[in-house]
């Protein structure tokens, strides 16, 4: 965080600072009570959050705003205790205040599938020239929205956010935070729906990334999406760019095939083609991949340089990782996390690199987050399953043996479908069943580690 003089701040919000404000300076800006110290300011949220000035008072510059009262706050002295009519609004203030302290390019990347990858890409671009501030690996609920913004400071030349999306109103709280220059959604389907009324709900709530731009700036949008494509963009008034198979899109992806977990690709940009190449396998990689280029474009870099830089990226963990497992089989750790979008292009991706000689295996867990799509994702899974070819079905858990169910009713043998609740007893028969060549792909709920120490058991 830039350090900032109490005064300053508190005359942004359009509060009139005491004489024993001037002269403090503030090096932290918290809403978590756990989290006190010296030069700081705390903003209780909530009136529920419980307080008690008797643990504050050995800090001697800790400041709370708050728009209620709180157990002992005669043990504090009366600058520390800033009273506001409003706490969520002097918050916001604060929040817009400092984020405009900084004239750089903020992009928010929100999709179902993809936000993380396509984040990760374009930082590995733009960090050899820049300082990037970006969300950590997944960890994009609201949360770690302060602590992402008081991570900007005068050095920052850029912040990347993912814009998660898991209930109504997500995606304007975090436009509140960071109040991004451009915006770049990835692919958007069935997932955290289990909060919205209905999926076109989700997919608005989504498109509310449009007027969290302000109706302006950069927007860049996979041109292949029916769901992106239903968007009312009547309003915008800033730079829109496509990418995607489309004829018409700007960045248009042509040739695309994978060697050695490597997936090479062609993009037509401007009259150029262009070739790159992205660790990993699967279409959606590619996608990602020209949305990260794309962005960087806008930012000022040669696409050349950007492509180039991209082939030096490192395939992200539980992405469709590659391992080699015991025996000569083969092992695909998609365990990131599963909805049906990255479910399906992981077993479309399977199919793919799979010689004939191999059986292809897959072991599914849950798909969480779904609420009432939830029976009509899961018995599409199991029609997907019938259809593309798919050897042998292990599930694990309650939900997921309706994914075997609906793959029996679609025609798949019920003697290559298998069912486990308990992790020894289907390590046991993994190490009895699994023969050389075989390949074999887990996905699950990321919350389910039972997957994980499945993988390690198995691993050469």
Same mark, same amino acid.
């Given at each position: 965080?830039?350090?900032?003089?109490?005064?300053? @701040?508190?005359?942004?919000?359009?509060?009139?600072?005491?004489?024993?404000?001037?002269?403090?300076?503030?090096?932290?800006?918290? +809403?978590?009570?756990?989290?006190?110290?010296?030069?700081?300011?705390?903003?209780?949220?909530?009136?529920? @959050?419980?307080?008690?000035?008797?643990?504050?008072?050995?800090?001697?510059?800790?400041?709370?705003?708050?728009?209620?009262?709180?157990?002992?706050?005669?043990?504090?002295?009366?600058?520390?205790?800033?009273?506001?009519?409003?706490?969520?609004?002097?918050?916001?203030?604060?929040?817009?205040?400092?984020?405009?302290?900084?004239?750089? &390019?903020?992009? !928010?990347?929100?999709?179902?599938?993809?936000?993380?990858?396509?984040?990760?890409?374009?930082?590995?671009?733009?960090?050899?020239?820049?300082?990037?501030? !970006?969300? /950590?690996?997944?960890?994009?609920?609201?949360?770690?929205?302060?602590?992402?913004?008081?991570?900007?400071?005068?050095?920052?030349?850029?912040?990347?956010?993912?814009?998660?999306?898991?209930?109504?109103?997500?995606?304007?709280?975090?436009?509140?935070?960071?109040? &991004?220059?451009?915006? /770049?959604?990835?692919?958007?389907?069935?997932?955290?729906?289990?909060?919205?009324?209905?999926?076109? *709900?989700?997919?608005?709530?989504?498109?509310?990334?449009?007027?969290?731009?302000?109706?302006?700036?950069?927007?860049?949008?996979?041109?292949?999406?029916?769901?992106?494509?239903?968007?009312?963009?009547?309003?915008?008034?800033?730079?829109?760019?496509?990418?995607?198979?489309?004829?018409?899109?700007?960045?248009?992806?042509?040739?695309?095939?994978?060697?050695?977990?490597?997936?090479?690709?062609?993009?037509?940009?401007?009259?150029?083609?262009?070739?790159?190449?992205?660790?990993?396998? %699967?279409?959606?990689?590619?996608?990602? =991949? /020209?949305?990260? @280029?794309?962005?960087?474009?806008?930012?000022?870099?040669?696409?050349?340089?950007?492509?180039?830089?991209?082939?030096?990226?490192?395939?992200?963990?539980? +992405?469709?990782?590659?391992?080699?497992?015991?025996?000569?089989?083969?092992?695909?750790?998609?365990?990131?996390?599963?909805? &049906?979008?990255?479910?399906?292009?992981?077993?479309?991706?399977?199919?793919?690199?799979?010689?004939?000689?191999?059986?292809?295996?897959?072991?599914?867990?849950?798909?969480?987050?779904? %609420?009432?799509?939830?029976?009509?994702?899961?018995?599409?899974?199991?029609?997907?399953?019938?259809?593309?070819? @798919?050897?042998?079905?292990?599930?694990?858990?309650?939900?997921?043996?309706?994914?075997?169910?609906? =793959?029996?009713?679609?025609?798949?043998?019920?003697?290559?479908?298998?069912?486990?609740?308990?992790? *020894?007893?289907?390590?046991?028969?993994?190490?009895?069943?699994?023969?050389?060549?075989?390949?074999?792909?887990?996905?699950?709920?990321?919350?389910?580690? /039972?997957?994980?120490?499945?993988?390690?058991?198995?691993?050469?």
């Amino acid at each position: 965080m830039k350090p900032l003089a109490l005064e300053a @701040i508190l005359t942004s919000m359009g509060i009139k600072p005491d004489k024993a404000h001037q002269g403090v300076s503030i090096s932290n800006v918290t +809403h978590n009570k756990f989290y006190p110290g010296n030069h700081t300011l705390y903003f209780r949220r909530s009136g529920r @959050i419980f307080l008690d000035g008797e643990k504050f008072k050995k800090f001697t510059s800790f400041y709370i705003v708050t728009d209620s009262s709180f157990s002992n706050m005669d043990k504090l002295r009366p600058e520390q205790i800033i009273m506001v009519d409003d706490v969520m609004k002097a918050f916001f203030t604060f929040t817009s205040y400092y984020r405009h302290l900084f004239d750089i &390019p903020v992009v !928010a990347i929100t999709g179902t599938c993809g936000k993380t990858t396509t984040k990760e890409m374009l930082k590995h671009i733009l960090q050899k020239d820049c300082k990037v501030q !970006a969300t /950590v690996s997944n960890k994009n609920a609201g949360c770690y929205n302060l602590p992402y913004l008081m991570g900007i400071d005068e050095e920052t030349d850029a912040a990347i956010i993912e814009a998660a999306v898991a209930e109504p109103g997500h995606m304007m709280e975090t436009c509140k935070y960071f109040f &991004p220059t451009m915006g /770049v959604m990835t692919m958007i389907d069935v997932d955290h729906t289990d909060h919205f009324r209905s999926f076109r *709900e989700y997919v608005r709530e989504k498109e509310k990334l449009i007027r969290g731009l302000n109706n302006k700036g950069t927007l860049i949008i996979n041109a292949d999406d029916p769901h992106i494509l239903s968007m009312d963009f009547s309003k915008y008034r800033g730079k829109l760019i496509t990418f995607g198979k489309d004829k018409q899109a700007d960045w248009r992806i042509k040739d695309m095939y994978s060697h050695k977990n490597k997936t090479y690709f062609k993009v037509n940009y401007r009259g150029k083609s262009y070739t790159g190449s992205v660790p990993g396998l %699967g279409e959606h990689n590619v996608y990602n =991949a /020209v949305a990260s @280029i794309a962005t960087a474009r806008e930012m000022g870099m040669k696409v050349t340089s950007a492509i180039k830089r991209l082939a030096s990226f490192e395939h992200l963990s539980s +992405h469709f990782e590659i391992i080699e497992g015991r025996n000569k089989t083969v092992l695909i750790d998609d365990t990131w996390k599963s909805n &049906p979008a990255s479910l399906k292009s992981g077993l479309l991706s399977l199919v793919d690199m799979a010689r004939s000689s191999q059986r292809t295996i897959a072991v599914l867990g849950r798909m969480a987050e779904l %609420g009432i799509y939830a029976d009509e994702e899961y018995k599409k899974i199991g029609q997907l399953l019938k259809e593309i070819g @798919i050897d042998v079905l292990i599930t694990k858990g309650f939900f997921a043996k309706d994914i075997a169910k609906s =793959a029996i009713r679609a025609g798949m043998k019920k003697d290559n479908i298998y069912h486990f609740s308990e992790e *020894e007893e289907m390590k046991s028969f993994l190490d009895t069943f699994l023969q050389p060549n075989d390949i074999v792909y887990f996905k699950t709920d990321d919350t389910d580690h /039972v997957f994980d120490r499945i993988i390690r058991h198995l691993k050469r």
